[in-house]
């Protein structure tokens, strides 16, 4: 987390609902999205813009099925770091490798959790054993094939239901 969102001042419930809003529907008009919160349009402009300068909206983009772009199989891919090497510098270098979707900081006995996408098994592969494994620093993977996936409720749709 870095300083500039450490120190932010809170959202408050129309903030949360505009975000709640966008994260349902990049697309939505500035009007549609007045409407939705209960505001005038040029609030929810003004919020909009507010909320951007601030980083709490940080883009706009499309959700892609990965199946539909030919990415078919997937995997969640434990990673375990060792030596001198840093976080933030592994990091950096498994985000940029072919496939890796996310690469996330977690606690417990392993250091960085992947999520990788190939178009199939022997790619998949490749990506892990080769880019991964043989990165300098990481000392060990393991990996879990992803067989389904049901999308929950993502953070962002689940801020107009906090209770203030």
Same mark, same amino acid.
């Given at each position: 987390?870095?300083?500039?969102?450490?120190?932010?001042?809170?959202?408050?419930?129309?903030?949360?609902?505009?975000?709640?809003?966008?994260?349902?529907?990049?697309? $939505?008009?500035?009007?549609?999205?007045?409407?939705?919160?209960?505001?005038?349009?040029?609030?929810?402009?003004?919020?909009?813009?507010?909320?951007?300068?601030?980083?709490?909206?940080?883009?706009?983009?499309?959700?892609?099925?990965?199946?539909?772009?030919? $990415?078919?199989?997937?995997?969640?891919?434990?990673?375990?770091?060792?030596?001198?090497?840093?976080?933030?510098?592994?990091?950096?270098?498994?985000?940029?490798?072919?496939?890796?979707?996310?690469?996330?900081?977690?606690?417990?006995?392993?250091?960085?959790?992947?999520?990788?996408?190939?178009?199939?098994?022997?790619? $998949?592969?490749?990506?892990?054993?080769?880019?991964?494994?043989?990165?300098?620093?990481?000392?060990?993977?393991?990996?879990?094939?992803?067989?389904?996936?049901?999308?929950?409720?993502?953070?962002?749709?689940?801020?107009?239901?906090?209770?203030?």
């Amino acid at each position: 987390m870095t300083d500039h969102h450490r120190n932010a001042e809170p959202i408050d419930g129309i903030d949360r609902r505009i975000v709640a809003e966008l994260s349902r529907d990049g697309r $939505l008009s500035v009007r549609t999205l007045a409407e939705r919160v209960h505001i005038s349009r040029t609030a929810a402009h003004n919020r909009v813009q507010h909320l951007m300068q601030r980083g709490v909206i940080t883009g706009f983009g499309a959700q892609i099925d990965r199946k539909a772009i030919g $990415l078919n199989i997937s995997a969640l891919v434990v990673v375990r770091i060792g030596g001198d090497a840093s976080w933030e510098a592994i990091a950096a270098k498994l985000a940029t490798l072919p496939f890796v979707e996310k690469v996330q900081a977690v606690s417990g006995d392993i250091d960085i959790m992947l999520t990788v996408s190939a178009p199939d098994h022997e790619q $998949l592969s490749q990506a892990i054993l080769r880019d991964i494994h043989d990165l300098p620093g990481v000392v060990s993977t393991r990996s879990h094939l992803i067989l389904a996936e049901i999308d929950g409720r993502p953070p962002a749709q689940s801020l107009d239901i906090w209770r203030s």
